[in-house]
């Protein structure tokens, strides 16, 4: 069962951006090819789609903040900057 989870993740990393009905493909294939048993087939589907939708949470993570670092790193203003500009001007143009 553990080689079986090896090779379940090792999928789910290149199934990350695919969907359930091409995972359950996949996973058909393997027990058509006798490397995954039919009784568990479903229980692989399941723990790849999990596996997957993580690896996309945390590459969206590492995304965000490697694109944090860059905006850093190039001065630019970020959001909370500008609202914080923005208030200002109000009560400077408040105050004429």
Known sequence: MK???KKGFALSLG???LSREQVEKSVTQLVNKGEV???E???LVNELIEKGEEQQRLLEDKIR???KKLLI???IASK???QQLEQ???KLEQRD
């Open 41 to 43: 087939a479903k229980e």
């Open 65 to 67: 903040e490697q694109i």
């Open 73 to 75: 790193e190039i001065n």
């Open 15 to 17: 199934l990350v951006l």
């Open 80 to 82: 909370e900057d500008l």
């Open 88 to 90: 200002r001007l109000q």
């Open 37 to 39: 048993p039919a009784s």
């Open 3 to 5: 080689d079986l989870i």
